[in-house]
């Protein structure tokens, strides 16, 4: 059965054939503007396993890392939907969690770019934090 979530007014839906390939927190500066103040949450899938439809607007630039980072969002309501890295290629996708139907699907597994992070951010003591990124292909800059 196919992993889904949508904006929040409802026009931008998603379907996600694949298993989540993990989730993480990202605190780099990007994010906490898009979050409004704090962290990101995403879950990352394969990109080609995902599919989205409605009126999608996308925002790239070019991110603390370097690689060229779009970000997805709904041009009726606002929401952050995804990010993914158009240079270079291959990475895995960012879905925002909260826009998941089910936020249970997978809690983070780490914090990234925590170096950026106000004083008053909460961290989870258990998860492994990462000043910057990445580390791996799998933990790096969400943008
Ligand atoms: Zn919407
Ligand atoms: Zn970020």
Redesign the pocket.
Known sequence: MAITGQCLCGKVRYAIEAEPLGART?W?R??QRIASGSA?VNVLFDEAAVHISGEVGTFGMIADSGNQVERGFCKSCGSQIYSRTVEPAGLPMRIRAGTLDDPELMAPQAAI?VDSAPSWAPFDPALPKYRQGPVSPLVG???
Do not use: V
Request: aromatic share 12%; with cysteine.
């Open positions: 990202c780099c990007d994010c990101t770019w800059k969400e943008g």
